[in-house]
């Protein structure tokens, strides 16, 4: 009776949001019918009258936000007793629509199976406990439903100061000056490794992922006569690897090629995830760079994204394990006994992009990601067993006092992310649902107290797919601790080389982006795979151990279509230094701080040279790159480096009418 009495009031509530002609003529059924113990009511007679509830909704006249948000609020109705039905009846529903594909549909209706990355399950775990007249519904509707919702205005009083009890010593406001050592720490980022890399796979397809088995629609014309593909791509060696020692193992050359329009080389390709073996070129070719040039890094920082991008459909929780351990272990493997401080991405989760907060009560669903990391990175020597209880009881994340006295603090953006289904729980009620900001904020607090310096890593940049409220809260966070305790702020994520200035007053115009209002920037590093169309690379810091703030910094890349033809391995060359390549005025003693990005970005809004070179570096060159020179391609990234939130960087986009290209 328990459940009648729940399914009764919600019924109330659904009676007010929903016009009730369109209430009474969709559902034919009395209040015992939303009795959903009573053992007569079959479910296929629940599924059937949801549905035509779920119709009568879209045929009504209400604005599609209303729809959408009526939607959420039946299925919570339903949720509340039988949980188990909402992926049929989602998906079902979805496909009715005939809005979306049959693999749309299942991918975020489906009932989560370990065959396939499908969030149904997640989506019935979400109605349960959402609220779907907030305005976290209008974020739901806006980012998860396709904008049905506008994008909500950002509440005017959201805050999470309270955990700093407002205050702001002076000691906060100041500005460290570097002393005159330095060492040296490695930046690496999304792997991305393609477990069904495939040589001789089609590397030019339209659907799907290329260069697998099932990524079989060609992109291009069949060229009938394939000996000019032979003559084009000729590095076709099946089961290349590298010996635990560092030593390359040339396959099998494949002779014949069936149907395929580019083939997928042996180290990759443009539209492709990194092959294992291109992941140990490049891993190979630091360790082999640090001996050559007689230098050790301290550490190296990674941050996230291991699992490919391939669909849903050929996504496995095997395979997501599989993708992590093996990464992790050829890191391992290359580097030995340097530590490594990592951070999970978007795709380093089961299923894709989905996190539940500990308060939730759904969380035992991801633990065995936050433990497995934790046992490996332990057994690793990369963390000690103190930091591995942290990090299984914070989604992957923790703090660690590195032998230099610097402390990183590591968290899983998971939490804020646009596509996790938990992300929408108390998004503006609680905007610390997930205690991520109580920990940072407790450490930071910590290192302030000691004069300790830190570094933030973390996979997504904050104007990239974050949740506004919790991109805001983070800027507070930013400004709160910066100068003088947070010294730097790494993101992957984008697979682009970029960087993005927090400013104080940013309106979106060239005139509120003031050199004297730089509160602080991030450094958004490159990617091993070459998707889409970059080529891979790693980077180097040179960083002051007085202050742990970047002095310069270092570039290196291979150029992906040289190995095309070459039966040899991918050569590493250097590409630039960040305090050599713009043409800005800097002192040498001085670091690459907010100040220095801020010229860098008044050179590239003004000069069109600086502008190519920056987008050139991004793709680091790439056949792919950009003309910014003759064309206005790149205007956008004038906005984008000027901007830390995705806020801001819409209304830069607006101010001047540049085009989002991303
Ligand atoms: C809803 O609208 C569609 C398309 O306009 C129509 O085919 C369908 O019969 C309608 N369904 C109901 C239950 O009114
Ligand atoms: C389906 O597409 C129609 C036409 O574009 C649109 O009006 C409607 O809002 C869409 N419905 C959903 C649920 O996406
Ligand atoms: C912020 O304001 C909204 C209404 O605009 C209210 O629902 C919410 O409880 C407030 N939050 C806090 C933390 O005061
Ligand atoms: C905030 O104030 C409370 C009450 O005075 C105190 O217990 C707490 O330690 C303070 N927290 C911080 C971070 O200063
Ligand atoms: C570096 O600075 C320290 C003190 O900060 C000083 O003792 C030392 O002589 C300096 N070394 C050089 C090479 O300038
Ligand atoms: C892939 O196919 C497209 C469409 O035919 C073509 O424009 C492009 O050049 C092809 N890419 C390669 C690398 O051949
Ligand atoms: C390598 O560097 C170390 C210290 O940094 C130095 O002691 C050693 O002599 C160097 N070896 C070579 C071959 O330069
Ligand atoms: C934006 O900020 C600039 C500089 O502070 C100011 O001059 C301008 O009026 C502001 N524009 C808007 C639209 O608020
Ligand atoms: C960057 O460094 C310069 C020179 O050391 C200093 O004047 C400036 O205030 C610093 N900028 C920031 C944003 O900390
Ligand atoms: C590879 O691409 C670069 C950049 O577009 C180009 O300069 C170079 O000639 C290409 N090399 C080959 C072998 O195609
Ligand atoms: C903005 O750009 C678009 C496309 O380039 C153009 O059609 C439009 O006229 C521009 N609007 C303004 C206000 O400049
Ligand atoms: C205002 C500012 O830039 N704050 C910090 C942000 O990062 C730079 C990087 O060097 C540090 O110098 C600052 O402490």
Not at 219 to 245: E, M, P, R, V, W
């Amino acid at each position: 009776m328990m459940l009648k009495s729940i399914a009764i009031s919600i019924l109330a509530t659904l009676a007010t949001a929903i016009p009730s002609n369109i209430y009474s003529n969709s559902l034919n059924l009395d209040d015992s019918d939303f009795d959903w113990s009573k053992p007569t009511l079959k479910d296929s007679d629940i599924i059937s009258s949801a549905l035509d509830v779920l119709t009568n909704i879209d045929n009504s006249t209400l604005s599609s936000c209303d729809k959408c948000k009526s939607r959420l609020l039946y299925g919570k109705g339903l949720a509340l007793s039988r949980p188990d039905l909402i992926p049929s009846i989602y998906e079902q529903w979805c496909v009715n629509t005939g809005n979306f594909s049959a693999s749309t549909c299942a991918t975020n209706y489906h009932r989560n199976t370990a065959d396939n990355s499908d969030t149904g399950s997640n989506f019935a775990d979400l109605l349960t406990l959402m609220n779907p007249s907030s305005i976290d519904a209008e974020y739901w509707c806006a980012y998860k439903a396709g904008n049905q919702c506008p994008v909500p205005t950002l509440p005017s009083n959201l805050s999470i100061s309270y955990l700093w009890n407002n205050t702001r010593p002076a000691k906060a406001d100041i500005v460290p000056i570097p002393g005159n050592e330095t060492m040296k720490v490695l930046h690496i980022s999304d792997f991305h490794i393609e477990l069904d890399y495939t040589v001789g796979a089609e590397a030019n397809c339209t659907a799907s992922m290329c260069c697998t088995p099932h990524s079989i629609t060609k992109k291009g014309a069949i060229n009938s006569d394939q000996s000019t593909i032979h003559d084009l791509y000729t590095a076709l060696f099946n089961g290349s690897y590298y010996d635990n020692n560092g030593n390359y193992h040339i396959g099998e050359k494949i002779n014949s090629l069936n149907n395929i329009s580019v083939p997928a080389t042996t180290f990759g390709n443009y539209e492709c995830d990194a092959p294992e073996v291109l992941i140990n070129s490049s891993l190979h070719s630091i360790a082999d760079f640090q001996s050559n040039n007689n230098i050790t890094f301290d550490f190296a920082i990674f941050t996230g994204d291991l699992v490919d991008h391939d669909e849903g459909t050929y996504t496995t929780f095997d395979q997501c394990v599989e993708a992590e351990t093996i990464v992790f272990r050829d890191i391992k493997n290359a580097f030995d006994l340097m530590p490594i401080y990592s951070v999970l991405g978007n795709h380093d989760t089961f299923p894709y992009g989905q996190l539940a907060p500990e308060k939730s009560g759904f969380q035992s669903k991801f633990d065995w990601n936050a433990d497995l990391m934790a046992e490996l990175w332990m057994d690793y020597d990369w963390i000690d067993w103190e930091e591995a209880q942290i990090t299984k009881t914070h989604y992957a994340g923790y703090s660690v006092n590195t032998k230099s006295g610097l402390k990183i603090i590591a968290f899983n953006t998971n939490a804020w992310y646009q596509k996790n289904e938990y992300a929408y729980i108390n998004t503006v009620e609680d905007p610390d649902y997930f205690g991520i900001f109580e920990f940072l904020v407790d450490e930071l607090l910590e290192s302030e107290a000691n004069d300790q310096k830190v570094w933030l890593i973390f996979h997504i940049p904050m104007s990239q797919t974050m949740l506004p409220p919790q991109a805001k809260l983070f800027t507070d966070v930013l400004e709160r601790f910066s100068p003088y305790t947070i010294a730097h702020v790494f993101n992957g994520h984008t697979h682009r080389d970029e960087f993005q200035i927090l400013y104080k007053n940013n309106n979106g115009t060239k005139e509120s982006k003031k050199e004297d209002e730089v509160i602080n920037f991030t450094f958004i590093t490159q990617a091993v795979t070459p998707w889409v169309e970059n080529n891979p690379a790693w980077r180097y810091y040179e960083i002051d151990t007085k202050t742990f703030q970047v002095m310069n910094s270092f570039n290196y890349y291979t150029q992906l279509n040289e190995t095309f033809t070459a039966s040899s391995e991918p050569v590493w060359e250097f590409e630039y230094s960040a305090r050599d390549a713009y043409p800005v005025e800097w002192p040498e003693t001085s670091p690459l701080n907010g100040t220095y990005w801020h010229r860098v970005y008044e050179s590239i809004a003004n000069n069109v040279s600086t502008l190519q070179q920056y987008e050139g570096f991004a793709k680091r060159w790439s056949p792919y790159t950009d003309d910014c020179i003759n064309t206005d391609d790149c205007n956008w990234d004038i906005c984008y480096v000027s901007s830390f939130t995705d806020y801001e960087y819409e209304k830069c986009l607006k101010t001047y009418n540049y085009t989002d290209s991303y």
